[in-house]
């Protein structure tokens, strides 16, 4: 069964500053990767996905992510944060094949400082 | 209205009370999930429901019962909780069951459940 850790519960960060969330995933077979972003007092909402090709993918609105398969990673950047990028980051991990469940971290609280 | 709509956004009630939580997609889609969060925790996926159909009892106990009268509608009524029941409630819906890769979840914005 597969697994994902977020290694960071809480990150702040000033306006402006480049912003890296970390996540790790564990899984016998190969992965389809995610991260959905939750804005206060909403659901959570898909921010990016990493099916297949390139390594690196990108959301609309500045995030970005890249699948390392080697060291099982998926970690989400921003080079320039802002205020309304406060919420909590999930990861999350769906086998390929098999039962296809997905699976979430324990999300990662961006607090962003002015 | 667009979306996935939760009713109601905020719940308190005693242990022995009955509530029931209320969610209705407008996206047309198939399947519709109930999810539990915790702080701390990862989300924990309790019931999956494929056109009306459970698919899905992730060992959740007997006083948490889904119901899903149609595509459109999912349920979730509540009788004897516990303090540790305590959580946010999310909804969500996707076209197919599973398939997440090309059919994504979309959220409700949940209900914040609080067991005295």
């Known amino acids: 069964a597969q697994s994902v850790t977020q290694l960071d519960s809480q990150v702040p960060v000033f306006e402006e500053a480049p912003v890296e969330l970390r996540c790790n995933y564990s899984?016998?077979?190969?992965?389809?990767l995610f991260w959905y972003v939750q804005y206060p007092n909403q659901g959570l909402q898909l921010l990016l996905k990493?099916?297949?090709?390139?390594?690196l993918v990108k959301s609309i609105n500045g995030f970005e992510a890249e699948f390392n398969k080697s060291q099982t990673s998926f970690h989400l950047r921003k080079p320039s944060v802002h205020i309304s990028d406060t919420a909590e980051y999930f990861c999350?991990?769906?086998?390929?094949?098999?039962?296809?469940?997905?699976?979430f971290g324990q999300g990662t609280r961006l607090t962003i400082n002015p | 209205e667009t979306g996935v709509t939760q009713t109601p956004r905020h719940l308190v009630m005693g242990m022995t009370n009955k509530k029931s939580l209320k969610c209705e997609q407008h996206?047309?889609?198939?399947?519709m999930y109930w999810y539990k969060q915790s702080a701390k925790k990862p989300l924990e996926l309790m019931f999956v429901?494929?056109?009306?159909?459970?698919?899905e009892n992730n060992s959740v106990p007997s006083r948490f019962s889904p119901e899903c009268p149609n595509s459109s509608h999912l349920f979730l009524h509540l009788h004897t909780l516990q303090p540790e029941d305590s959580a946010l409630y999310l909804c969500?819906?996707?076209?197919?069951?599973?398939?997440?890769?090309?059919?994504?979840?979309?959220f409700g914005n949940g209900t914040r459940l609080t067991v005295t």
């Open positions: 996206l047309g889609h198939n399947a």
């Open positions: 999350a991990v769906s086998e390929i094949q098999g039962a296809q469940k997905l699976v």
């Open positions: 990493y099916l297949s090709g390139s390594t």
């Open positions: 899984s016998s077979v190969s992965v389809y």
């Open positions: 969500a819906s996707s076209q197919e069951p599973g398939q997440y890769y090309n059919s994504p979840l979309h």
């Open positions: 429901y494929s056109l009306e159909e459970r698919v």
